[in-house]
């Protein structure tokens, strides 16, 4: 198939739905009304899911569909442009989901011809995609299957004699339908939600993207200056320069100290060897930093290898804080070689590290508790701490085989079937398993946990850690937001209405697919619109992209309440919310949540949705215009 490339406003101009249970594609124009109003990324995504889904389908059922999403500021050239944005109804929560992976993948896909492709139905036999310059094949994947994400990669650039394409792909964790199955583009994920287990549904094993199209902005000029200032500003930024050189596990010291490093299974908020794991990894397992995408000014990722040993990994991207953390502080873990071959193997067999790590460290306490015995862990020794049985469940949960079976539908589902008392510790926001942040750190963390849309997650909370405990403000001051240097950590007065307002703002990166990082390097909405502004043509301001920010979070949250999600959904774990059984805060009152929902109160009356059901107000949705 050839389509007419219409390039229009910024966009490529075309949406790519693929009918995999008929074999067949289809070129689509672009609803720009629509697109005015939600942009792009998760916003239309959402916008597209929305209209398109009916309500209680499987997610794991070819009904469900999964849109991979850009936007006008998908390009290489953008401060934090290289991503694809993954939109989907989440196997693992069976609400909102979503999942972001950086690279070159996105900006590829616009130089194909499209800015949306829509996967349908499902496959007879297991097939991959290929896109090249608006001409699309489905290929046949049978040789592909139980191959891991590495092996899927070169095998489909051989296959089409042309490693220049760019493929994005699921491991066995998703062709086995682990509810955290992730899709992978080299070593970046879209790790959350069960992306991979949706394209594991649907026999869609890969999709391999070229072109050769350019996006022509609206106002060139404009866009150059726009680009250039947005530029100076990230480079001038010093945490530009701590995220080159310590990545995001670099703040596992500071994290650790300040309360923020969940630990146990979340029966501490800190364990005092954050600085001793990281001190261990930058000399013994970090080889270099790299950007994830051509053209990063921050360059975050770590290129990292276990030279010797019974964890010898060979030199790869990963290493993230939330992994090794995961790996780790979760399991109460000391061997960073085994953590670091564990995110190696959760990559390569396409599982999600955060989840993965959640669902041992509930697996072992379930095993300290008597819970599960011998016989139900097949024989291993799920001892807090043991090093050797991490990388054996990561394959046990990526393959279903025994008791990886169980906790590869996750700690809710897995204490469902469990009982005796296992739901206390299964840690988890609307059924996704908490990352490595802790609420007691500083209580806006608290808020947008409950209330994130596809549950607790390590990105769209990351705003509130920053700006309670790290005193970032994000530009946001200006909006409402009051300066963090004057405001507590601890208070929870306030933080309702402040997570509102941080929410509005910081979903803007995942609306128009750049990196969130892009906001901690000194970009604010003020440069993101001249970028937008000057590439489509609209005239969009700073206060337009809020609102747009505070429509997409709302459509979102309407998606989850179709589903029967409603307030109930949004509360926090006790065991979140009390003071902790050890560590240096087990003594300090000020970090327990004492009145969350008085937070909840606060932040519903902010949002304009209704207190006891959650579920956005008439009113609301009519200023917002959403129809």
Known sequence: MKGDMLMVNGYAGKLLRLFLDEKKAKEENLNFDDLKKYIGGVGY??????????????????????????????????????????????????????????????????????????????AVQPVYLVINDGKVNIKSAEHLKGKTVTEKIEKIKNDLDDSNFKVMCIGPGGENLVRYANVMFGGRAAGRCGAGAVMGSKNLLAIAVKGTNKITPAQPEEFKKAVRMAMKVVKENPNTTAFKERGTIGDMPGIDVEGDFPTKNWQSNSWGKGEEIYNYFSHNNLIKNNMCYRGCPIACGRIVQVKNGPYKTPVHEGAEYESIAAFTAFVLNENVDAAVHCTYLCNEYGIDTISTGASVAFAMECFEKGILNQNDIDGLDLTWGNAEVLPILVKKIALREGIGSLLADGVKRAAQKLGNGSEEFAIHGKGLEAPAHDPRSGKALAVTYGTANRGMCHIHPLEAMGYDSGKMNFGMIKYGVPDPEKVDRWEEKGKGKIVKILQDGLIIPDVLNICKFIMYVGCTLEHIAMLLSAITGWDISDRDLLKIGERVYNLQRLFNVREGFSRKDDLLPERMKSLPQFGDYKDEGGCEIKNFEEMLDEYCEARGWDKQTGKPLPEKLYDLDIT
């Open 45 to 122: 995504g959402a916008k597209l899911l929305y209209d398109e889904l009916k309500k209680g389908i499987d997610p794991l059922g070819p009904n469900n569909k999964i849109v991979f999403t850009t936007s006008p500021l998908t390009m290489n050239t953008v401060p934090g442009g290289g991503s694809i944005e993954l939109c989907f109804k989440s196997p693992l929560t069976n609400g909102w989901g979503e999942s972001r992976c950086g690279g070159d993948f996105g900006p590829e896909v616009r130089k194909a011809g499209y800015d949306f492709i829509i996967i349908e139905g499902k």
